[in-house]
């Protein structure tokens, strides 16, 4: 991956994302070393452990696809608000989900979700250092 990045994405504003819907907790120190602009490790990883990993790198989504589609709105609320009190405030969260949305999630489900994002995540957006 880094000769891939040194000869295609060289700049420091060049984009360099990562997703995995793998556990990659193991190769964090080396993907740190990558200077990745923005990651998507999924659920099982939990965001204050990447951002210990990866303190400049944008996170990009955290909330399990099966909370989101079989939990109740009070499990998705609570994915939110604890993504965001451990690494929101930086400015660095994307509160997406961790991967795709799963087959037979409801419009409703997904309108309580943004609520939640809406009410739950709100900070002055600034670019990650």
């Keep these: 991956m880094k000769k891939v990045f040194d000869s295609f994405a060289p700049l420091p504003r060049d984009n360099r994302y990562q997703h995995s819907d793998s556990e990659m907790r193991h190769l964090l120190p080396i993907l740190a070393q990558l200077n990745f602009h923005g990651v ?10 990447i951002r210990a990993a990866m303190p400049r790198t944008e996170i990009h989504g955290q909330i399990a696809p099966m909370t989101l589609r079989n939990g109740t709105f009070e499990d ?36 309580e979700w943004m609520w939640a994002v809406e009410t739950y995540a709100r900070y002055d957006r600034k670019v990650v250092d």
């Design 40 to 49: 998507n490790f999924g659920p099982t990883i939990p965001a204050e452990v």
């Design 76 to 111: 998705v609320v609570a994915e939110v608000k604890w993504d965001f009190a451990a690494v929101g405030a930086d400015g660095g969260l994307f509160v997406t989900s961790a991967g795709s949305v799963s087959a037979g999630t409801t419009l409703e489900r997904l309108r």
